[in-house]
């Protein structure tokens, strides 16, 4: 008894965790059975909660211009959106016509969120309405912050519906929280019809991989467990933070893809050491947690680490994306820790039941000196120069793209076109300026005393500027107001307008302490286009600091939409040098310390950036540039969602480093052996090829599914993804990791030895099924007969 005791605490932690996972299965699927009803009862409060894409940047000019309209004035505005009205038999001179929108606005006014409501009857301007006088519009003021006014907008969609019924007058509410409120529903049946073919070809793949049933079906069943908990948690989290819509596309690609991922590798070593130790689970399951499972977890580690590093980006959608993608992680690896382990000690040796005809072959072991990856892998150290010279140049080539690319945002209006709001987007896009539905927002401030004579006058001389820029149609300023009213732009003129405002008309305009005045820019383009961005730049460069600026303390700030995507532009620009310092930085400590290596970690960062840059210069070319676009059903818009590069760059290299932990570990066990730089290489790709092949595959299809989604960034997104995983376990596992250890040979293992006492010791390797002892069934003897008969081989420590 003493004897056993002491081996099993000699015994690698993680090897005793996985052998107690499998004595306490039932009570470890226990307590997930009430995590899964919990997630499942949390899941609604996390999907009611999603909002549209925030571009808001902490501290940004946009960010200044929301809190201004929100402190300063009585009535905040905080978005100018538009009903827009429409019909096929009647034109808007019609007495019908006239009803029917005096109807709805009535009934809009009433509607929580709803500030100010603009009837086009009684504004007297003729640019509400259309030429062929079928449609006009209402300009509408909502207030709150983005979540408040998302929550708001399905309700008066649901109330302009009801007021126009099957109406020869329908009615559209449009405008930025609107698009984002109908990109939110459309997302979700995006992320269903995704699953719904991604997930029957997972299972194909793995059925080719496992050849029996069971095997195919765990990883596939547990990476849904992984998602849906995910959701559960984030549904707990969202009374405290808002997450972006976007968050549930990337944690179900990403918890799928991981989770089916580690699974594979899992479930792949559990048989091997099955076959190995004649069917003792128990002892089967400990060393395939001792083994995979460590790898698996450094792995996760490795993916946190990487995302992690988008926190210190300003910008909410960063923090949110990053948080979501943590927890995802983070709860893959509480699955594959807990419920996995313990899911394989009660299947036991019925793990390989139910084999697929003609499959058969998959549950046999093989002869990896004689299989195809070894014979490949021979082929390319002999010619390493040739083979990874020609690889690289491939790779290069399609990096070279990522120079010309440039950020933007896309509203999502042709995505959500059958929607009402890409419906009312649509419209005024045809028969009015693209700008009207989502207008710039200025704020010219000032904080010491009353906007005076000389602010006054700089606000007219601001305006009259920007009337005269090529690119604005229409603006609505205070000082045209006085200028209408009074005669005169000064402070005289003010206090008497404010004083005859019976109707309140000046509230939106000028603060009650009139100190600070807001203004409507409506651009001749789209808010998502460029030529609406650089007027952004313009105003902020040029037009405010020459009028604005020459008066000592006043300030004017841009907002809108096109002013939040010049602001997360200029903030992922400021962010990318320090997540890159970062995400490579600690990634490099992490292998340096796994491997016991300088140049294995230096490599494999080098490898990552290739798969990545070549990852996204084929989606530059694709999405921005349009070529190739029409196989791939893309539109191309001309730029690149802004927060995307950034976003997919930490969870590519987090994904990237996952294989190289899984190849490397298994070439540093031979090497460990051997010392053999060539057969460590070999022997290595032979073991992990297939199954990084399968599971490459399975993240291909899972990713590549979500390329037939409507929404844009959810596209991309899933074609970069694709795109790179595809390139890392193809060109670069396969091809130029062997060429390029082979061209270093022993260099590969060198660390100065100064360097290796003073590191922790992290041993990372898999070592051959079977290495770790069983539960030895005699005394003393046998204990020690067990241990000697493997003294001379390595042991996996943890």
């Known amino acids: 008894m003493g004897s056993e005791g002491a081996l099993g605490a000699s015994r690698p932690v993680l090897y005793r965790w996985g052998a107690w996972c499998a004595r306490h299965a039932w009570r470890i699927v226990a307590v997930w059975l009430i995590v899964l009803v919990g997630a499942g009862l949390l899941l609604p409060k996390f999907t009611d909660s999603l909002t549209g894409s925030s571009l808001k940047v902490e501290g940004s000019d946009s960010a200044r211009v929301e809190a201004l309209l929100t402190d300063e004035f009585d009535t905040p505005i905080t978005e100018d959106a538009l009903v827009v009205f429409d019909s096929s038999t009647l034109k808007a001179d019609s007495d019908a016509y006239r009803q029917a929108v005096t109807r709805v606005l009535g009934i809009l006014q009433k509607q929580d969120g709803v500030v100010e409501v603009e009837n086009p009857y009684t504004a007297q301007d003729p640019s509400l309405y259309s030429s062929d006088r079928r449609t006009v519009v209402a300009p509408l003021g909502l207030g709150g912050g983005e979540r408040d006014r998302q929550d708001a907008v399905p309700l008066l969609q649901d109330a302009l519906h009801e007021a126009t019924g099957d109406g ?146 300003r910008a909410p959608v960063f923090r949110t994306m990053a948080l979501g993608v943590m927890v995802a992680v983070a709860v893959m690896l509480l699955v594959g820790l807990t419920l996995l382990p313990a899911v394989l000690g009660l299947l036991g040796t019925r793990i390989n039941r139910l084999a697929v005809p003609g499959l058969k072959r998959s549950l046999e072991r093989t002869d990896t000196s004689k299989s195809l990856w070894t014979r490949w892998t021979g082929v390319v150290m002999r010619r390493p120069v040739l083979i990874g010279g020609l690889t690289s140049v491939v790779l290069l080539l399609a990096i070279i793209p990522v120079s010309q690319l440039k950020l933007g945002f896309d509203v999502g209006a042709a995505s959500v076109s059958d929607a009402p709001a890409g419906k009312g987007y649509e419209l005024v896009d045809g028969k009015f300026v693209p700008g009207a539905a989502t207008p710039l927002q200025i704020v010219v401030h000032t904080p010491d005393g009353e906007l005076g004579d000389r602010e006054l006058g700089a606000l007219q001389r601001f305006t009259d500027r920007l009337r005269d820029h090529r690119e604005v149609d229409d603006i609505v300023s205070l000082s045209d107001v006085l200028r209408d009213q009074g005669g005169q732009v000064d402070a005289a003129t003010l206090q008497a307008v404010q004083k005859a405002d019976a109707s309140g008309a000046l509230e939106r305009l000028v603060s009650p302490d009139a100190r600070t005045t807001a203004m409507l820019v409506m651009s001749r383009s789209a808010a998502d286009s460029q030529e609406s961005v650089d007027l952004v730049r313009w105003i902020r460069d040029s037009a405010a600091p020459e009028t604005i600026g020459e008066v000592p303390g006043l300030s004017a700030h841009v907002g809108g939409l096109s002013g939040q995507t010049v602001d ?25 310390l796994a491997f016991r290596s300088i140049l294995l970690p230096l490599s494999a960062i080098v490898m990552n950036l290739l798969s990545v840059g070549a990852a996204f210069g084929l989606l530059t070319l694709v999405f921005q540039e349009g070529t190739g676009a029409s196989l791939f059903d893309v539109t191309s818009t001309g730029f690149i969602q802004a927060y995307l590069p950034l976003l997919t760059f930490v969870i590519l290299f987090g994904l990237s480093m996952d ?33 990084i092949t399968a599971a490459a595959a399975i993240m291909v299809v899972i990713f590549a599914a979500f390329m037939l989604t409507k929404v844009v960034e959810v596209k991309q997104m899933g074609f970069a993804l694709a795109v790179a995983v595809l390139l890392d376990a193809t060109l670069i596992r396969v091809v130029l990791v062997p060429a390029l250890m082979s061209l270093l040979g022993r260099h590969n293992w060198w660390m100065p030895a100064w360097l290796d006492r003073s590191l922790p010791r992290i041993e990372l390797t898999e070592g051959s099924p079977g290495d770790i002892p069983a539960v030895p069934r005699g005394g003393a003897a046998d204990v020690e007969e067990a241990s000697s008969s493997r003294r001379e081989e390595p042991a996996a420590r943890s």
């Open 568 to 592: 997360i532009a200029e903030e992922v620009e400021r962010a990318t040098p320090l997540v890159l310092l970062l995400v490579l930085g600690l990634s490099f400590v992490l292998l340096l």
């Open 659 to 691: 294989y190289e932990v899984f190849l490397i570990s298994r070439m540093k066990e031979e090497w460990g052996r051997t010392h053999d730089n060539k057969k460590a290489v070999t022997e290595g790709v032979a073991h992990t090829a297939k199954v």
């Open 168 to 313: 020869a007058v329908r009615a559209y509410l449009t405008g930025s929280s609107a698009l984002n409120a109908a990109v939110v529903e459309q997302q979700d049946k995006d992320i269903a019809q995704a699953e719904s073919i991604g997930l029957p070809i997972a299972l194909v793949v793995l059925l080719l991989a496992f050849g029996t049933l069971v095997a195919a079906s765990l990883p596939l069943i547990l990476g849904m467990v992984a998602v849906l908990t995910t959701f559960g948690v984030l549904g707990a989290l969202s009374g405290m933070i808002g997450f972006d819509v976007f968050v549930q596309a990337v944690v179900t690609m990403l918890g799928l893809a991981l989770g089916i991922d580690y699974c594979l590798f899992t479930v792949t070593r559990q048989r091997e050491e099955l076959a190995a130790r004649d069917g003792d689970v128990e002892a089967s399951v400990g060393a395939t947690m001792s083994t995979a499972g460590k790898a698996v977890l450094f792995s996760g580690i490795t993916v946190l680490i990487s995302v992690a590093g988008l926190l210190v980006v």
